[in-house]
């Protein structure tokens, strides 16, 4: 087909301010309006309609309150359909049909990949990098990846703790104490807040003696899985080419793809619908990472909660609760990055302190520590406090003591002595060092 | 030995907030490392300011002044004697007579970070 579009100028200085738009719609912490409700079922029937599909009744229509609830309740209500339908049959074949991705599939040909392809005859690829892989770019991390991540974590969790117990529920009353101690550490250690428990209990209430079941139709519910506006990064893309640049293309059947992709995550299943609301709190760093000090960088009004120091996933009692942190959790940590991150809620100085850790090299600067494989210099203020003593402080430097420059590039690698190290906080070497006065 | 000599750029960004020399905020503690004459009531006889390509903070002074902070002792600033001098996280690296680059000391870890004191 012969290209109908060319960027213009015009366009072109939208482009940006497009993505910006979209990476926005990504983060969004925005309540839900009383209106939305209507608006988001008015367009799950549309995407339904526009697939030859019969869509669910408007009561099967629902909004859930995060990811996780869409995840869970989406694969027990896929198996209790399943097994309405069919009777029970727990074996991999049965989890693979009730979670068929049939509906999802259809949908989204009929909306989004029909869509795609019209405008990519119509324009070739120009402006994709521009829109939909910039909006991904910036948003991924902290929420399609990690809401994927932590829902297929918490679902195997589950159905690893589900398998466990036997099948009866006898035994399922004997095990229950052991399972829920491993459980709880396990949850110790994980980046994030879903009650695994709770839904694997919720399992065995629902299913009987088929907790299984239905938890591996959680785990297979990826299948029914449409990311909603954590997808926007196509939304963004195509559009683009519907308001900016005004492509004569049919969009009556795209509109309610479109519509979808300022709400939450939805499963999307013959028999009915689940949409998420968006996060309450989402927060990233200045790269775009998903972060927070104090708390959850992703919390849902249902608690459920993610966890990430600069884009660093690590253990939520680390974030909520560090005053719990002793020398034995940071040195039984085998992840460099999680352990840096303890060691920064630990403080440095006190580590080296507490853990009794061997210089590595002591000169008139200071001393130089290697702690697991990272180097810290520990130095003293050379004005004393108001009681004659002198604050000791312990900074964090590069592995080789390379100078950190201004623009926080790093120089050629030093010794390592601590005259250098400290230099190479001020981006020098340690030749260059050597204050004739210091307070 | 050779003197140095330092030419200011054109263009450069006037660092100086209101008429005051203040080298670094302290992040955590508010606490300011700050350039003032060394008599109280005058103007310190001084500026501060962004290279254009470099970006290398420059202080200038033409009269002897003092670096004060709450937490260190003050260091005199003598422009005719241009030595490396340090406060705290902050490091006055001679370039020439009376002209220091102002260097803010930096951590290395998940992202390098100015010391926050």
């Known amino acids: 087909m012969a290209k ?46 526009a697939a030859g599909l019969v869509p669910p009744p408007d009561q ?9 609830v869409a995840r869970f309740a989406g694969g027990f209500a896929a198996a209790i359909w399943y097994r309405r339908k069919k009777g029970s049959a727990a074996t991999r074949d049965a989890t693979r049909d009730a979670t068929w991705a049939a509906t ?10 029909a869509t795609w392809a019209a405008t990519r005859d119509a324009t070739g690829d120009a402006t994709w990098a521009a829109t939909s892989a910039a909006t991904d770019a910036a948003t991924s991390a902290a929420t ?61 209430v629902l299913f009987a003696d088929d907790a299984s079941f239905g938890l591996q139709c959680a785990s297979s519910a990826s299948n029914l899985w449409d990311g909603g506006n954590q997808w926007s990064g196509w939304v963004a893309y195509l559009s683009f080419f519907r308001h900016v640049a005004h492509l004569p293309l049919d969009y009556t059947k795209w509109q309610h793809y479109e519509t979808l992709a300022h709400y939450g995550p939805r499963v999307m299943h013959a028999e009915f619908c689940l949409v998420s609301e968006h996060p309450v709190v989402l927060t990233v760093d200045a790269q775009s990472r998903p972060h927070h000090d104090t708390g959850p960088f992703c919390r849902w009004s249902d608690g459920t909660a993610l966890y990430a120091v600069h884009g660093v996933r690590v253990p939520w009692w680390i974030i909520e609760y560090p005053e719990r942190l002793t020398v034995a959790h940071i040195d039984a940590e085998t992840n460099a990055e999680v352990r840096r991150v303890m060691l920064d809620r630990y403080g440095f100085d006190r580590y080296l302190t507490e853990s009794g850790a061997q210089p590595l090299h002591a000169d008139a600067c200071g001393t ?9 210099v520990r130095v003293q203020n050379s004005t004393p406090e108001p009681d004659g003593s002198c604050k000791w402080y312990t900074l964090p430097v590069d592995d080789d003591c390379r100078p950190i420059r201004e623009n926080l590039s ?30 | 030995m050779k003197t140095q000599t330092y030419t200011k750029p054109t263009r450069t960004t006037d660092l100086s907030e209101a008429g005051r020399l203040i080298l670094a905020h302290g992040e955590v503690t508010g606490h300011r490392h700050e350039v003032l004459a060394d ?24 009269a002897p002044c003092t670096l004060r902070h709450d937490e260190h002792a003050p260091i005199g600033l003598d422009p005719s004697r241009p030595v490396q001098l340090r406060q705290g996280d902050v490091l006055l690296q001679p370039l020439a007579p009376g002209v220091w680059y102002v260097i803010r000391q930096k951590e290395y870890g998940d992202v390098v970070r100015q010391v926050a004191d």
Do not use: C
């Open chain 1, 4 to 49: 109908k579009y060319t960027l213009t100028d015009e366009h072109r200085a939208q482009l940006t301010p497009w993505a910006d738009r979209w990476i926005a719609n990504v983060l969004s912490t925005a309540h839900y309006t009383a209106d939305d409700p209507a608006t988001i079922r008015a367009a799950v029937r549309g995407l339904y309609e």
């Open chain 1, 60 to 68: 099967r229509i629902v909004i859930v309150p995060s990811p996780t």
């Open chain 1, 104 to 113: 999802r599939d259809a949908t989204r040909d009929a909306t989004r990949a």
């Open chain 1, 144 to 204: 399609r990846a990690a809401t994927r991540a932590a829902t297929r974590d918490a679902t195997r969790a589950a159905t690893s703790a589900a398998t466990w117990d036997a099948t009866s529920a006898a035994t399922w009353a004997a095990t229950r104490d052991a399972m829920d101690a491993a459980t709880d550490a396990a949850e110790k250690m994980d980046w994030y807040r879903i009650p695994v428990r709770a839904l694997t209990r919720l399992a065995h």
């Open chain 1, 368 to 376: 130089l520590y290697r702690v697991h494989d990272a180097l810290f």
């Open chain 1, 410 to 439: 790093l120089g050629e690698p030093q010794a390592l002595t601590a005259r250098n190290a400290i230099a190479s906080t001020f981006g020098l070497t340690g030749a260059q060092y050597a204050p004739l006065v210091e307070t």
């Open chain 2, 39 to 62: 008599i109280a009531t005058d103007i310190p006889p001084a500026q501060f300011f962004e290279e254009p390509d470099t970006k290398r903070r420059i202080l200038l002074i033409t």
